[in-house]
């Protein structure tokens, strides 16, 4: 009987707790205080900058796209892709199943609420448990299979949903393999070089989707949608429709809005590729901003390299004047070091110091985050 109670207790404790993290944003009038972030968003350095700096545009079918990556890898850790090759009507669709996803009323959204401890489902921003306040957002994670969430939003119909997913993530494995070989090819390496680029046609390396809803917010400049992060993967790609909100941290400049480009890509840098490139390629700081009347939708998609590869930094990258700065990891166990440590995780896997007595560029030690 008591332990009944206690699992009444806890469940019912989580649904409170869940019912409070998931508020129906799209219907409030005014910013709760549970979302309330400072004021002072808005004073990103590149405000104070006079030089303008853009994020780079790379066209896939340049003859010079190798270069060209590599330096916005270099010099960025973020770029946008165009002439990639993923038809137009997939863009058009994965946007169209994310509006019909989180068109949803959050009780029927809830049904496929993420675990506690899970990984795909519906829920609030996982970096969430790292600050004080809740973000302007709600997400939908696919990893694997997209039917057993799907059916548990739509029990008669999430075929076409499931289709729509399915469809999407061969050709963003596609692209993804693709740009892994520029990214190498830059480095002076090759995909044959490194043990899991290999991969025959048509087979595919791990990844999670990410759905990404953002409402339209009454007070967007206390608000934020998705704070500062990195992306644990190698590489992330990203398609956000035509409402601007992402931004991208570049040190000398600051915060630089990525202005959505129509049928084009963004490509963010990830964890792991800082450390395959032992640091050459540092992952991009982003976050998403949200703003009064557009509701923003994006889609990333989280490209990792298979689940028993231990990522470490290219033997062709390193010598006794360049040594590895990073130990090596698995993806897995480098997302547990994440959850853990959050913009930590990269220095938590450093081996030496850097010469320069800094600590990896997307170290904030929790001072960039908020702005
Ligand atoms: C594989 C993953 C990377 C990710 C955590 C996750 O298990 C699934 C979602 C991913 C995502 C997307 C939004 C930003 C991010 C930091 C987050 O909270 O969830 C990333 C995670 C990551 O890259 O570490
Ligand atoms: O919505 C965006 O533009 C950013 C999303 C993002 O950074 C992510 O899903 O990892
Ligand atoms: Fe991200």
């Given at each position: 009987?008591?332990?009944?109670?206690?699992?009444?207790?806890?469940?019912?404790?989580?649904?409170?707790?869940?019912?409070?993290?998931?508020?129906?944003?799209?219907?409030?009038?005014?910013?709760?205080?549970?979302?309330?972030?400072?004021?002072?968003?808005?004073?990103?350095?590149?405000?104070?900058?006079?030089?303008?700096?853009?994020?780079?545009?790379?066209?896939?079918?340049?003859?010079?796209?190798?270069?060209?990556?590599?330096?916005?890898?270099?010099?960025?850790?973020?770029?946008?892709?165009?002439?990639?090759?993923?038809?137009?009507?997939?863009?058009?669709?994965?946007?169209?199943?994310?509006?019909?996803?989180?068109?949803?009323?959050?009780?029927?959204?809830?049904?496929?609420?993420?675990?506690?401890?899970?990984?795909s489902g519906y829920g609030v921003a996982r970096i969430s448990v790292f600050f004080p306040k809740l973000m302007w957002s709600e997400g939908f994670t696919i990893i694997g299979s997209p039917y057993e969430q799907a059916r548990k939003l739509w029990p008669d119909r999430y075929s076409k949903f499931c289709d729509v997913i399915e469809e999407y993530k061969e050709e963003m494995n596609k692209l993804a393999q693709r740009l892994m070989a520029l990214m190498l090819g830059s480095l002076g390496v090759t995909m044959e070089d490194v043990k899991w680029g290999g991969t025959q046609a048509g087979s595919s390396c791990p990844a999670a989707l990410q759905l990404n809803s953002y409402p339209a917010c009454p007070d967007p400049e206390r608000a934020m949608g998705l704070a500062a992060h990195t992306d644990s993967s190698l590489l992330t790609i990203l398609h956000q429709n035509n409402t601007s909100g992402l931004q991208a941290h570049k040190e000398g400049t600051g915060w630089v809005t990525v202005p959505p480009i129509r049928h084009a890509l963004v490509i963010n840098v990830g964890d792991l590729l800082h450390i395959l490139s032992n640091g050459l390629y540092p992952s991009v700081l982003h976050r998403a901003m949200v703003n009064r009347t557009q509701h923003r939708l994006s889609v990333a998609y989280l490209y990792g390299p298979p689940s028993n590869v231990q990522i470490s930094p290219l033997s062709k990258l390193t010598d006794q004047v360049h040594p590895p700065l990073y130990r090596p990891v698995t993806w897995s166990e480098y997302l547990g070091t994440k959850a853990k440590h959050f913009n930590k995780a990269l220095s938590s896997v450093r081996l030496c110091a850097p010469l320069n007595g800094f600590a990896d560029a997307n170290d904030h030690n929790g001072v960039v985050p908020v702005g």
């Open positions: 009987m008591h332990t009944r109670l206690s699992i009444d207790h806890a469940f019912n404790t989580y649904h409170q707790m869940i019912k409070q993290k998931h508020l129906d944003l799209a219907s409030m009038k005014e910013l709760p205080e549970s979302h309330a972030w400072s004021s002072s968003l808005d004073e990103s350095p590149s405000n104070a900058s006079s030089t303008p700096d853009s994020v780079p545009v790379i066209n896939l079918k340049d003859p010079n796209a190798m270069k060209l990556v590599g330096h916005a890898c270099k010099t960025w850790g973020v770029f946008q892709v165009t002439n990639h090759g993923v038809p137009t009507n997939i863009l058009e669709e994965i946007e169209a199943a994310g509006r019909n996803l989180f068109a949803l009323p959050i009780q029927q959204k809830l049904k496929a609420a993420r675990a506690p401890n899970g990984v």
